[in-house]
């Protein structure tokens, strides 16, 4: 069992940044970040393999978030720049499930989720 818990979301004007933090509890293999907006699907937007650092972006995010670990304290961050409107949502972290192909971009490839955390960046 793996608990999520993620902190650093807010509100943000159009252009800024804002970084993200999930603490996990357990052993993770690979670690996923996902977005709901109002009346839409979740989304996903960013992977990290723990072993090596691989990492993989949706293209609506490529060049603009960063997601990286602390192998120390155990969190992975998702760093947002430069950030639109159109990026307002819920952001989930979650955990894949260990067999899981790699990069894993369904919601159904991942065994546990954090609460989430509202990011709203206004125009």
């Known amino acids: 069992q793996v608990q999520l818990v993620e902190s650093g979301g807010g509100l943000v004007q159009a252009g800024g940044s804002l970084r993200l933090s999930c603490a996990a509890s357990g052993r993770t293999f690979t670690m996923g970040w996902f977005r709901q907006a109002p009346g839409k699907e979740r989304e996903f937007v960013a992977a990290?393999?723990?072993?090596?650092?691989?990492?993989y972006y949706s293209d609506s995010v490529l060049g603009r978030f960063t997601i990286s670990r602390d192998n120390v304290r155990n969190t992975v961050a998702l760093q947002m720049n430069s950030l639109k409107p159109e990026d307002t949502a819920v952001y989930y972290c979650?955990?894949?499930?260990?067999?899981?192909?790699?990069?894993?971009?369904?919601?159904?490839?991942?065994?546990?989720w954090g609460q989430g955390t509202q990011v709203t960046v206004s125009s």
């Open positions: 990290l393999r723990w072993s090596g650092g691989r990492t």
């Open positions: 979650a955990v894949a499930s260990p067999a899981t192909n790699w990069p894993p971009t369904l919601r159904s490839e991942y065994a546990y």
